[in-house]
């Protein structure tokens, strides 16, 4: 059964936003750190962003830094990316995931024990 479930993925124009969803389904991550990872056809899982299990830490790669904010909400088991200004090169499924605590480097993809199935996300120039 798949524990995290990603949803709001889908075909945008460059310039425009998209929130996606992370919702923990067995509510069993709400103290865990849970980030958001990306990969394009052909190319390398790249880490997005990312967030402690309280919120009060979140951290961000360069290359979304200033576009995309994640959140949380542990009441309704979700975490969210909010992506604006989206440009052609944020094309990619999108996966969230969850470590098993809440430790840094938040943005380090082997402390992810359990991951998603993505959503695809494409962003028309």
């Known amino acids: 059964q798949v524990q995290l479930v990603e949803s709001g993925g889908g075909l945008v124009q460059a310039g425009d936003s998209l929130t996606l969803s992370c919702l923990d389904s067995?509510?069993?991550?709400?103290?865990?750190?849970v980030g958001w990872f990306r990969q394009a056809p052909g190319k390398e899982r790249e880490s997005v962003a990312a967030i402690s299990w309280s919120g009060a830490f979140t951290d961000y790669a360069d290359s979304v830094k200033g576009r995309f904010i994640i959140s949380r909400d542990n009441a309704k088991n979700t975490v969210y990316l909010q992506m604006n200004s989206l440009k052609p090169e944020d094309t990619a499924v999108y996966y969230c995931a969850a470590q098993r605590y809440s430790e840094s480097p938040y943005l380090d993809s082997d402390k992810y024990v359990v991951w998603g199935q993505g959503t695809q996300v494409t962003v028309a120039s």
């Open positions: 067995e509510q069993t991550y709400s103290r865990s750190a």
